[in-house]
């Protein structure tokens, strides 16, 4: 199931691991996507803690990460392309994987929107 943040980022959860990447609404909002800085591979990540960094047109931003975990893999095809983000955002454009390090191994989704929810907060 996908699931979104109040600060624009996706998180794919399938079989314990989470898929994390940006929403095209962030993309169109921060401009064409020039440079990605993912994390690094068996980071831990705290949610809500900078994850990774993007370089637009218009700004640079730190990224938050939607749950708390230990980075399992980056996808390195943005470090050559980071156009695919612009392109592609919630296929190819996907930033890091991330193994769940909650209590019971769970990913807590009690702070992440349903499609729904987050379609509704964005028409606000």
């Avoid at 979104?4 to 940006?22: K, S, Y």
């Avoid at 609404?25 to 401009?31: D, K, Q, V």
């Avoid at 440079?35 to 831990?44: D, M, R, W």
Wanted: aromatic fraction near 8%; charge should be negative.
């Amino acid at each position: 199931m996908v699931y979104f943040t109040p600060t624009h980022e996706w998180v794919l959860i399938n079989d314990g691991i989470a898929c994390v990447g940006m929403t095209t609404y962030a993309i169109s909002e921060l401009g064409s996507i020039v440079f990605v800085q993912p994390p690094e591979v068996n980071a831990g990540l705290t949610a809500e803690e900078d994850a990774f960094v993007v370089e637009s047109t218009k700004a640079a931003c730190d990224i938050p990460s939607p749950v708390t975990g230990i980075v399992t893999e980056v996808n390195l095809a943005l470090l050559q392309d980071p156009s695919l983000l612009n392109s592609d955002p919630m296929g190819k454009g996907w930033v890091y994987k991330m193994r769940p390090t909650g209590s019971l191994g769970c990913i807590d989704v009690s702070k992440l929107l349903t499609e729904h929810e987050y379609k509704k907060m964005c028409e606000l």
